[in-house]
T-cell receptor, first 116, second 114 residues
Framework: AQTVTQSQPEMSVQEAETVTLSCTYDTSESNYYLFWYKQPPSRQMILVIRQEAYKQQNATENRFSVNFQKAAKSFSLKISDSQLGDTAMYFC?????????????FGKGTLLTVNP | EPEVTQTPSHQVTQMGQEVILRCVPI?????FYWYRQILGQKVEFLVSFYNNEISEKSEIFDDQFSVERPDGSNFTLKIRSTKLEDSAMYFC????????????FGPGTRLTVL
């Protein structure tokens, strides 16, 4: 079974600064995807960024980037130039590629607060 | 932009009552899911549905739960006899057939069991 661990229950950052959220996972699979989802107070699940395990290049989406270390099974999210609207719960998620399922396994989340 | 919709946004029910949560996935998607999030906890997989049948279910998804895709557009989750511990946010998600595509989540239904 796959597990996803987010070791930081809460973090805070000053507006305009950079913050990194940690995620580690455990799997014996070789083909998988990793995701970061954002959940603001509205509780909507919003995809932030995704990484295919077979790609060595780290994914980036504007102010969001990941540091994917496959051997270490680590997938951290870096948010640059933090904005007040980034305040949310952030979930790391794992998905096995293949089969007839493609379900997501989530970590427990990190509550990020961006302070003015 | 296509989106997953869910109704109702908030459902309040008495313990022991049956509830049906409804979802309209993105048209032409092939994989459908229900996830649950108890307040303050992580999002948990309940069930996946593909090719008109359940492809996987979690240990949470016991005999009190069932899913249906009755008309090719709606995807429903039924809880036959609700318990207090069923109070949670329920998310529907759908996914297209393209490999690696992420699930698109609906806005969720908040279920409160009294």
């Amino acid at each position: 079974a796959q597990t996803v661990t987010q070791s930081q229950p809460e973090m805070s950052v000053q507006e305009a600064e950079t913050v990194t959220l940690s995620c580690t996972y455990d799997t014996s699979e070789s083909n998988y995807y990793l995701f970061w989802y954002k959940q603001p107070p509205s509780r909507q699940m919003i995809l932030v960024i995704r990484q295919e395990a077979y790609k060595q290049q780290n994914a980036t989406e504007n102010r969001f980037s990941v540091n994917f270390q496959k051997a270490a099974k680590s997938f951290s999210l870096k948010i640059s130039d933090s904005q007040l609207g980034d305040t949310a719960m952030y979930f790391c998620a794992f998905m096995i590629w293949g089969g007839s399922n493609y379900k997501l396994t989530f970590g427990k989340g990190t509550l990020l607060t961006v302070n003015p | 932009e296509p989106e997953v919709t869910q109704t109702p946004s908030h459902q309040v029910t008495q313990m022991g009552q049956e509830v049906i949560l409804r979802c309209v996935p993105i048209s032409n998607h092939l994989y459908f899911y229900w996830y649950r999030q108890i307040l303050g906890q992580k999002v948990e997989f309940l069930v996946s549905f593909y090719n008109n049948e359940i492809s996987e279910k979690s240990e949470i998804f016991d005999d009190q739960f069932s899913v249906e895709r009755p008309d090719g557009s709606n995807f429903t989750l039924k809880i036959r006899s609700t318990k207090l511990e069923d109070s949670a946010m329920y998310f529907c998600a759908s996914r297209g057939g393209l490999a690696g595509g992420q699930g698109f989540f609906g806005p969720g239904t908040r279920l409160t069991v009294l």
